[in-house]
């Protein structure tokens, strides 16, 4: 979850950190900061965020949700956090009048740096992974609304709408992209897939099972078509099907 808050206005505040001021004779001698931020330079992307999903919180996206009731902690988040490639660390700022000496602590010793700025490691982090911070926003953001999570997930509000005339024509999409075109997960493992319009702008994609709820302008002729993974892999149209053919299915 700080993930998404640090994307939102003002929510660099949220990523959780410290700091401590050594006062001698009335004047700031010293200040400790600790701070989140990359723990290599390995990118990740939606495969890191899908197996954070599956490991913690059986690939349930309320799971995660739920966690802001109690303000977002986990018992679980120093695993999590190995799994996305982000580290806790300190580092200090010796202040000698006018002058400035920066030291990171590192394998358990003070190694002197250049001048660090603060959030600077959070932002490389961020620059590294924008598709992984991309995905989280595409994921979250609509889920909230006035301050309550919406956690059902997608093939929940997606079954609803199959239609049997539409799956009985037999259509398939027979190619789509490997990557859900908003939030850019894997389409491979999702049970619903959409090639739709999207919500306000017009244009078509072919969108994960969430993205079609939260992105896509909706299911029919004209706006989307819905397709559902068989048991032979292929995506099969279950809802959106054209109204000519509808009037060739007899009843
Ligand atoms: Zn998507």
């Known amino acids: 979850m700080t ?13 959780p950190s410290y700091s401590l001021t050594i ?12 701070e989140l931020g990359p723990a290599d330079e390995d990118p990740k992307g939606p495969e890191a965020f899908l197996k954070v999903l599956a490991d913690y919180y059986g690939s349930n996206i309320f799971g995660v ?3 802001t009731s109690w303000g977002a902690y986990e018992a679980r988040d120093l695993d999590i956090l190995d799994d996305l490639g982000l580290v806790y660390s300190s580092f200090r700022c010796d202040i000698d009048g006018d002058d400035r000496t920066f030291f990171r602590m590192r ?43 919406e956690g059902t997930s997608a ?25 859900c075109d908003v939030c850019t997960i894997p389409l491979s493992d999702e049970r619903y897939i959409s090639d739709a319009s ?13 993205c ?13 078509q819905l397709y559902r993974k068989e048991s032979d892999g292929r ?9 000519q053919r509808e009037e060739g299915v007899e009843q």
């Not at 002197?112 to 926003?137: G, H, K, W």
């Not at 929940?156 to 049997?164: G, I, N, R």
């Not at 079609?212 to 989307?224: L, P, S």
């Open 65 to 67: 949700l739920m966690t």
């Open 155 to 179: 093939e929940v509000q997606l079954e609803p709408l199959l239609d049997e005339a539409t799956i009985s024509l037999g259509e398939y999409y027979d190619s789509p992209p490997a990557e």
């Open 3 to 15: 993930l998404f808050y640090a994307m939102q206005e003002g929510g660099i505040l949220y990523l």
């Open 198 to 210: 999207l919500r306000g702008h017009g244009v078509w994609a072919t969108m994960c099972g969430d």
């Open 23 to 34: 006062v001698e004779d009335g004047q700031p001698s010293r200040v400790y900061v600790g």
């Open 235 to 243: 995506w099969l149209m279950v809802a959106g099907g054209g109204p």
């Open 212 to 224: 079609t709820v939260y992105h896509g302008a909706g299911i029919g002729w004209g706006t989307g």
């Open 107 to 149: 394998n358990g010793r003070w190694r002197s740096v250049d001048a660090i700025r603060p959030f600077a490691a959070f932002n490389e982090y961020f620059e590294r992974n924008r598709r992984l911070f991309r995905l989280i926003e595409a994921k979250f953001a609509p889920r909230i609304s006035r301050g309550i999570w």
